[in-house]
Nanobody, 121 residues
Framework: QVQLVESGGGLVQAGDSLRLSCAAS??????MGWFRQAPGKEREFVAT????????TYADSVKGRFTISREYAKNTVYLQMNSLKPEDTAVYYC????????????????WGQGTQVTVSS
């Protein structure tokens, strides 16, 4: 059974940075992604990273500001968020799949509990 545990959320001001972490246990070789959900909105894609090649993809809204990376030894994925904006406010979820790294959140098999990110203006 795969377990994902996120950490690193918080309250920051616009322009600040945060780094989210997602520690996976129970399985390696996972394709990982970050998604977010703001109040009253559907969950949306943020970024994904494959396992072997580490190929990354990003939503247009975060491209150039967010960076997804992984540390294989710790089986952990990170989301470095720079130049945060109030519209980035949401609960951020880590997700994993054995072979899928696309942007459709419903395809992912495993989810973390979420971590709140609030950006004040």
């Amino acid at each position: 059974q795969v377990q994902l545990v996120e950490s690193g959320g918080g309250l920051v001001q616009a322009g600040d940075s945060l780094r989210l972490s997602c520690a996976a246990s129970g399985r390696t070789s996972l394709f990982m992604g970050w998604f977010r959900q703001a109040p009253g909105k559907e969950r949306e894609f943020v970024a994904t990273i494959t396992y072997s090649s580490g190929r990354t993809t990003y939503a247009d809204s975060v491209k150039g500001r967010f960076t997804i990376s992984r540390e294989y030894a710790k089986n952990t994925v990170y989301l470095q968020m720079n130049s945060l904006k109030p519209e980035d406010t949401a609960v951020y979820y880590c997700a994993a799949h054995r072979s899928y790294s696309g942007s459709f959140w419903r395809e992912y098999d495993y989810w973390g509990q979420g971590t709140q990110v609030t950006v004040s203006s």
